[in-house]
């Protein structure tokens, strides 16, 4: 039971345009998630965050927005850059954020 | 030097073998994890520990024992290895309270473990 979703296992961008990476959730005591990103070889590392209170949530290039009522969340990257390309791993917890349920991953290229 | 420190970074075993794989760290955080990762299933989480004398299942522990030795080291243990084990490994950290980043979780570099 997959409670948090990342349905496109890919995606390819051009660089200086914008990636929309989206995940969805069905546990609705989720009220903290996280976006992750991981290069290879290397643990994945904390990008940004948004809570249940907030429906966005910018850090310079990264935007994360939330749609409470849909279950969903997205990352725009924009603009996008070489040094962009990684896996994204979107991440979401309850109550005391005790653990994380991470989704499958998205992996993103980002073509000069 | 990393904050969150794994051993071995890469191991191949045999079917039936017993690994372990060492997690250490000087972040001085008091919760360490252990996840798994496969292509297609993302990071699941295996065992987590708030402190050292708390140890939890996580989503996927059949197969799985973990030893909180102290506050910086926590070891995921394979009793009897099998094929289906084969994965990268990745210890976590992290601190609890409250704050824009609660939950955010401090990786360790992984393990690849292959089990032949």
């Known amino acids: 039971d997959q409670q948090v979703k990342q349905n496109s296992p890919s995606l390819s961008v051009q660089e200086g345009r914008i990636s929309i990476l989206n995940c969805d959730y069905t546990n609705s005591m989720f009220d903290y998630f996280l976006w992750y990103k991981k290069y290879p070889a290397e643990g994945p590392t904390f990008l940004i965050s948004?809570?249940?209170?907030?429906d966005k949530n910018e850090d310079g290039r990264f935007t994360v927005f939330l749609n409470k009522s849909a279950k969903h969340l997205s990352l725009h990257i924009v603009p996008s850059q070489p040094g962009d390309s990684a896996v994204y791993f979107c991440?979401?917890?309850?109550?005391?954020?005790?653990?994380?349920?991470f989704g499958q991953g998205t992996r993103l290229t980002i073509n000069p | 030097d990393a904050d969150v420190t794994q051993t071995p970074r890469n191991r191949i075993t045999k079917t039936g073998k017993r690994i372990m794989l060492e997690c250490s760290q000087t972040?001085?955080?008091?919760?360490m994890y252990w996840y798994r990762q496969d292509p297609g299933l993302g990071l699941r989480l295996i065992y987590y520990s708030f402190d050292v004398k708390d140890i939890n299942k996580g989503e996927i522990s059949d197969g799985y024992s973990v030893s909180r030795q102290a506050q910086a080291k926590f070891s995921l243990s394979l009793e009897s290895a099998i094929p289906n084990q084969t994965a990268l490994y990745f210890c976590?950290?992290?601190?609890?309270?409250?704050?824009?980043?609660?939950?955010?979780?401090?990786f360790g570099e992984g393990s690849r473990l292959t089990v032949l």
């Open positions: 991440a979401a917890s309850g109550p005391g954020a005790q653990k994380l349920v």
């Open positions: 972040k001085g955080h008091d919760r």
């Open positions: 948004i809570s249940s209170i907030k």
């Open positions: 976590a950290t992290s601190e609890p309270g409250t704050g824009p980043n609660t939950g955010e979780l401090f």
